[in-house]
């Protein structure tokens, strides 16, 4: 298998840990707490970076499909909504479910498509 195909692998296990302790995230609002523990909230996007530079660089080894380059995007989009969503917490403002819900429909929609990248 070439490095690119490990480079994948381990970029989707890293988005695995980032779902999971986003997910989690999400539970703390549903109960009312706007705040989640900011070690859950940092082990999620430092994952979900380590991820995406992991699949970027991959990206650029084996050369994008089209269906690559949109999931990689999808990914950038998602780290730029996270970003915004950090701003909120560094403004002690509660988040905004809109803002909650585009950065985990990115975030799925670029690891899905990373998934289906690695299955081809």
């Not at 989690?24 to 900011?38: D, E, I, K, Q």
């Not at 999808?74 to 002690?92: C, I, Q």
């Not at 803002?99 to 990248?117: C, I, K, N, S």
């Amino acid at each position: 298998m070439p490095a690119s195909y490990w480079m994948f692998a381990t970029a989707v296990g890293l988005l695995v840990i980032a779902l999971i302790c986003g997910a989690a995230m999400v539970g703390f609002l549903f109960v009312g707490n706007t705040r989640p523990p900011l070690a859950l909230g940092l082990v999620h996007g430092v994952s979900a970076v380590a991820a995406v530079t992991l699949a970027l660089s991959a990206t650029l080894m084996k050369g994008a499909t089209r269906s690559l380059a949109a999931a990689i995007v999808a990914l950038l989009l998602a780290v730029a909504a996270g970003l915004r969503l950090l701003t909120f917490h560094l403004r002690n403002r509660p988040v905004s479910p809109s803002a909650v819900g585009t950065h985990a429909l990115l975030a799925l929609a670029g690891f899905v498509g990373l998934v289906l990248a690695l299955l081809q």
